[in-house]
């Protein structure tokens, strides 16, 4: 109760500050920036009066509001790719301004890369980057398809996993870490086929904003990042659409006005057909190896996933608008093997024999969220959402033996079904509130109810003889479900304080219910700028953030055993402090940026040494794992080209990471210090994009990066010989490992090309593109592993075995073609 009275006491600290600031007579200017043909919200759109220079952004639904001092207003807007707005009038009382910004024919001079929010020199929030779509389009991807988080790795203080990995790992932090929002609603698992793709499609996306560092008081629940993905509205008026086909999959989008001018739709579907292939191979492929004319065998097999969005805006008038939001995305492997063999003895007679193998294991989200905008007064607008998100994963195989004959039958079937989900609803309400000319307010509050099934393992085993039961055994283990309630408050001013100094202070606090026990946290945030020069300036922040949710994982790459867990009343929050500063120069186009970072984090969890997932042991989660400290610094160098026919950026990062595990019986690698898994010494990142013409425009991405860690046997010794029947194989090899993470691979490098050919057409625009993954086919490690070999004399009688490393690369070069229809 007393942080309550303490969170209350610190935000009425706010509102005195900022009414001291109040001038004499001042007005509200407000409204909505729309694209002026689709009437599309644009988000981060600047309104200032050119005169006094003072200015504000759009928010996330495209709506601003600007309070000016009565009097003589030169009241202009502006956004990327549009010609800008102006409009000089008598400020006299509120105003409401829609603006419709017309897209500007000169592209070539107004294309931009990732570019900073508010401004790189001028906005309070450092460690922060606005990645637009068009630019995404740009950049070469693996088998040409766009992938927003592959994307969002090229940027400094984010790093990969393994080779082709969709993973985020930032600033030290690991994937579970990040907080994904797809419209303001968390994604547990966006990551498609062990993570070579992300759960977004391109073409429903508006907006991806990064934050890796200071992160504003209006987001929580988790340490290192989070990545904002705004989805599209729909075009008010007119129909628009493009259906895109590439070697592995394909999608389509359509959007256009359900009730003109009040109502507009955005209905996006993606789909790979690799198991359309491989299916009939499979099953051509077992028939081609039967042998016995008698037997009848046939194989199904293969993997898609698919993702489904979906948007509904409704506009009840300048004041009230309605959205839903939707998004269903699947993975699914599966395997249907049947072996039938006949056959005759003279004793059993014809004797049929049948067997079957099956696999199903499937795993995905679900998203639905409601929201009502709602303009209260000219300068306090309001956000109400519902939604629902749900993440489920199922895993089941079946084999089945079947033999009968004119005498007797026989049958055996063994089935495996693993269950694990996480279900939450939650109720959220945001506000934006400019009271003063200098003040900027967000307050807001949040009520999520979790339901985790961490782990459910049912295993049915069954022996006849004779249509008589022989054996039979069942058994189901599972981790009884957890319910917590998460609450969260917060609030943040952005306060001019004079031109020169900038700042943005916040706190969010939280609360977190479980297991009878409720855990609290008061989080402040503060950032600040200050304004040397026009075109200079020099950036420091804190937050101090929590997390009340685990990704429990034992493997290199993403799959979807990973498994979510919440706290508990064993297993406290983790927690983390983070501070930076940096240095921002604008110059002719020109973007430069350096950033230091020092994060300290708690409570930072690790499987114990032996435990994984797939411990079929009564054995409850929290008795597997360790929990310990970590921390982390670097230095991140940016530079980038925002205008012109010729744009990209160069990112580059030196950081180190660091674990510490020695908590009274939680010691992992003895209680010492151990590099983390994606401890990376060294990162550069050059993507550079050039406009050739109206018809043609090229990119091209570099990547080095030092290797990954890992925990491999570099050390044994000899032990007693083997003998069996086959012989004599030689002194044993017993493994050595001196510490956690002791082996780092070699480097990785990878160059990717692109070029997209446009033909425009009367009614629609064609669009060819050729992608090359690693073009230069540089063997970059995606495994090492120890493999064991014998040592033989001349005669070739065993003397010893040894141990080597040996490295799996599972992308060489490939190129990739694909064909897109706009209309």
Known sequence: MKRYFLFLWLLSLFLPTAMAQSPSKSHTISGYVTDGKSQETLLGASVYDAATMKGSVTNNFGYYTLKLSEGQVDFRASFVGYDPYQARFE???????????????????VTVTARAMESNVKGTQMSTIELPVLQLKKVPALFGETDVIKALQLLPGVQSGTEGSAGMYVRGGGPDENLILLDGVPLYNVNHAAGFFSAFNADAIKNVTLYKGNFPARFGGRLSSVVDVRMKDGDMYEYHGNLSIGLIASKFNVEGPIIKGKTSFNLSFRRTYYDVITAPLANFLVKQQTENPNSKNSAWAGYYFYDLNLKVNHKFSDKDRLFLSIYSGDDKVYANMKYRDEYHNAYNGTVTGLEKLDLDWKWGNRIAALRWNHVIQPNLFMNVTGAYT??????????????????????????????SGIYDY?????????????????????????????TTTAIHMKETENEQTEYAFDSVSNDAKIRALETD?????????????????????????????????????????????ENFSLKAGYAYMSQYIHLLSSNAISLPTDLWVPVTGNIIPMNAHQVA?????????????????????????????????????QTDWQDKVVMGDGWSYGIELFAQ?????????????????????DREGQELNFGEVFP???????????????????????????????????????????????????????????????????????????????????????????????????????????VVFPQENWVTDMNGEILYRVKTLRQICIFPIIPTVSWQYKW
């Not at 959220?428 to 979790?450: C, M, R, S, W």
């Not at 969890?605 to 797939?614: H, I, L, R």
């Not at 950026?649 to 595990?661: E, S």
């Not at 044994?716 to 691979?745: A, C, F, K, M, Q």
Request: proline share 2%; aromatic share 16%.
């Open 426 to 454: 939650s109720a959220k309400a945001d506000f934006d509130y400019k009271p003063f000319e200098n003040h900027d307010i967000k307050f807001g509050a949040n009520l999520t109810h979790h339901t985790y099934s961490p």
């Open 390 to 419: 749900q993440y489920r994963h199922f895993m089941g195989a079946g084999y089945s033996s079947e033999s009968t004959s004119n005498l007797s039958s026989y049958s055996e079937s063994m089935d495996l079904g693993v269950h």
């Open 91 to 109: 400020l006299k009382n509120d105003t409401v301004i829609n603006i419709a910004l017309a897209q500007s024919n000169q592209l070539n001079e």
């Open 641 to 661: 080209k925002q205008v012109g026919k010729f744009t990209g950026w160069i990112g580059y990062t030196w950081a180190h990471a660091d674990r510490l595990f």
């Open 489 to 533: 408050l917060y609030v943040e001013d952005n306060w001019d304080v004079n031109g020169f100094l900038k700042v943005n202070a916040g706190l969010h606090y939280s609360t977190f219910s479980v297991d009878h026990k409720t855990y609290h946290s008061l989080q402040p945030r503060l950032s600040a700028r200050a304004l040397l020069t």
């Open 581 to 617: 500063l940096g240095a921002f120069y604008d110059w002719k186009g020109f973007e430069f940026s350096v950033e230091g970072y020092y994060k300290k984090m708690h409570n930072v969890m690790e499987y114990k040494d032996g435990s994984t997932f797939f411990s079929l042991d």
């Open 676 to 782: 983390a898994k994606y401890d990376r010494r060294h990162d550069l990142n050059i993507v550079l994009m050039y406009d050739i013409n109206d018809h043609i425009d090229v990119g091209a991405t570099w990547i080095y990066s030092s290797g990954n860690c890992a925990t491999l046997p570099l050390q044994g010794y000899h032990g007693l010989g083997e003998y069996s029947h086959y012989g004599y194989y030689g002194p044993t090899v017993i493994d050595h490992i001196e510490s956690r993470n002791n082996y780092r691979y070699s480097s990785y490098q990878r160059l990717d090309l692109v070029a997209n050919f446009h033909k425009q057409k009367k009614h629609c625009e064609r669009i060819f593109s050729i992608n090359v993954y690693n073009t230069l086919c540089h063997n970059n490690p995606f």
